[in-house]
């Protein structure tokens, strides 16, 4: 039922982009708004984590990385894929100080994870375990071409909005008129917000919970999720999200949470639900899996904000 909703949404964000076509340049905008439509989805579905990844200047982890916590981080996720019985996704990472991370790709063979390197420095490694966990869900789920393909049509209609506002303001001609031309540029954008926010919000759920199963730890993955909404309302703007707020509905917590009016249209539900959702679903029971290893940096000195060692207790870092 999940899936037939998403793809409703989806047929109704394609719609809207076609609609708006239609609005600024009558029946031939229309068709030239679903061919575009046609193509950008084509684009998406083969260069769905190409796309994403390049926004965000990932970087695949080699097996050789110089950090001990990259490495512990990439053991994790491919010894979760594995006991999920999942392909093996590419594991990258982002550098940002705000603790997130997302997965993309247009099917469990094509996919790819992302962990920010604020994620690697401030939670502990139950923590980590649980939202890559939750990341690889998405990618078991085939959530990640539905979250790709959805910010590609949310933000090619914005790119119609604006398009409308600098060249179609003053022709009375238009299908809609000047009202119609002031709809688009208010209402288009707005309607691409909320059909972006009823995909995700339903996704979120679903890999919450599947992410708990993968990694074996809800507990860890509630504390994670907390933790990281706790960061994104310091006020701290992340300023690579800023910059690609489509892909804000594809982060395990919304990156745009710096600013307060963002979250008249968050694409997350409210992190406080999500783990009353987890604690309703398991209950007071948590796996808690073997301890890891106490991991330090083997590196001789710092040599850059990434590598500067992080004041906090002890844990499973060291």
């Known amino acids: 039922m999940n899936h037939l909703r998403t793809f409703i ?28 439509a046609l193509v950008g989805n084509l684009i998406s579905y083969w260069n769905a984590d190409k796309i994403v990844l390049s926004m965000y200047r990932a970087q695949e982890v080699p097996d050789n990385h110089p950090d001990a916590r990259v490495r512990a981080y990439a053991g994790d996720v491919r010894e979760m894929a594995q006991r999920a019985g999942m392909p093996m996704p590419k594991i990258t990472i982002i550098e940002s100080e ?10 469990p063979s094509h996919a790819a994870v992302a962990a920010t390197t604020g994620l690697l420095t401030m939670l502990d490694r139950r923590e980590i375990r649980a ?3 939750h990341e690889l869900a998405h990618v078991k789920n085939r959530d990640t071409l539905t979250m790709t393909v959805t910010a590609t049509i949310a933000g090619a209609i914005s790119a119609l909005a604006n398009f409308a506002f600098f060249f179609g303001g003053n022709d009375r001609e238009r299908p809609g008129g000047f009202l119609g031309v002031i709809a688009i540029m208010i209402l288009a954008p707005i309607a691409a917000g909320l ?44 300023f690579q999200a800023e910059r690609n707020p489509a892909t804000a509905h594809m ?7 710096g600013r307060g009016a963002d979250n008249l249209f968050s694409t997350h539900p409210s992190t406080q639900n999500r783990v009353e959702a987890l604690a309703k679903r398991f209950g007071g029971r948590t796996t808690t899996p073997p301890q890891p290893e106490i991991i330090k940096s083997t590196r001789p000195r710092p040599t850059g904000p990434w590598d500067q060692p992080t004041r906090r207790k002890p844990g499973p870092w060291g």
């Open 9 to 36: 949404l989806l047929a109704a964000l394609t719609a809207l982009f076609v609609g708006v076509g239609y609005l600024i340049g009558g029946p031939a905008g229309m068709m030239i708004a679903l061919a575009v």
């Open 98 to 107: 705000q603790p997130n991370a997302f997965a993309t790709g247009r099917d």
């Open 131 to 133: 939202v890559m966990g």
């Open 195 to 238: 059909v972006q926010m009823a995909i995700s919000r339903g996704r979120e759920y679903e890999a919450d919970e599947g992410g708990a199963e993968i990694s074996g730890d809800p507990a860890a993955l509630a504390s994670a999720l907390q933790k990281i909404d706790a960061y994104a309302r310091s006020g701290r703007v992340n």
């Open 251 to 257: 982060f395990i917590i919304n990156p745009l949470l």
